[in-house]
């Protein structure tokens, strides 16, 4: 079936260097789409952003993300972390079938002063 | 503005005990799903409906059954809880399939003890 996989579990950084947090996926389903969701804490996840075209870059709020299809990958980026980017980051796929998101586990991202 | 409306946001009940949680969303999408949130954050989809009609059903155990009136709600009972159901029970609405952005509501929070 669907799987994403996150590696990192935690990334901390410092505010002001960049982000880049880890997406590979395995699905058979020839065109997925792809998403990064965000769930800051005492909240509920909400949409960052999403992808469906292979080597298109996609940007939202300063963060962007490409995905690659070649190397089955949708990982997220910035340039500059900011304190308020600490949150749990979740990438998902929707692949075969349509109506299944399945999600990986999670990188909690904590950028301190 | 919240559109995915959640009761209870809390629940703490006893092994052994039924319980049922509401989902009921105002965005006029067709596809709602549950999800549970365990302890560690893991988010996985149990069930997805859409038009009121069962499309996905997760390997959950029996004991959990979902319930749609309608394609703006969609509740979850639960007979004779484990421990092991303690968690963070999400409801989310997507506008047709996972194809689109979900739009979680705030969770209820399930303690069993």
């Known amino acids: 079936g669907d799987s994403v996989t996150q590696t990192e579990g935690l990334v901390t950084l410092t505010e002001g260097l960049p982000v880049m947090l880890n997406c590979t996926y395995q699905?058979?389903?020839?065109?997925?789409?792809l998403f990064w969701y965000v769930q800051h804490l005492n909240e509920s996840p909400r949409l960052l952003l999403k992808?469906?075209?292979?080597?298109k870059r996609t940007e939202h709020q300063g963060f962007h993300a490409t995905l690659h299809k070649s190397s089955s990958s949708f990982h997220l980026q910035k340039s500059s972390a900011q304190l308020s980017d600490s949150a749990l980051y979740y990438c998902?796929?929707?692949?075969?079938?349509?109506?299944?998101?399945?999600f990986g586990s999670g990188t909690r991202l904590l950028v301190s002063p | 503005e919240t559109a995915v409306f959640q009761t209870p946001n809390y629940h703490v009940t006893q092994v052994g005990n039924e319980v049922s949680f509401n989902c009921k969303q105002t965005?006029?999408?067709?596809?709602m799903y549950w999800y549970k949130q365990d302890s560690k954050k893991l988010l996985k989809i149990m069930f997805s409906?859409?038009?009121?009609?069962?499309?996905v059903n997760e390997t959950v155990p029996r004991r959990f059954s979902p319930q749609s009136s309608d394609k703006a709600h969609l509740n979850l009972r639960i007979k004779s809880v484990e421990p092991e159901d303690s968690a963070v029970y999400l409801c989310?609405?997507?506008?047709?399939?996972?194809?689109?952005?979900?739009?979680f509501g705030p969770g209820t929070r399930l303690t069993v003890l």
């Open positions: 989310a609405s997507s506008l047709t399939g996972g194809l689109y952005e979900q739009y």
């Open positions: 699905t058979i389903y020839s065109n997925p789409f």
């Open positions: 992808s469906f075209t292979d080597n």
């Open positions: 998902a796929l929707s692949g075969t079938g349509g109506y299944k998101v399945v």
């Open positions: 965005l006029g999408h067709d596809t």
């Open positions: 409906y859409n038009n009121k009609q069962l499309i």
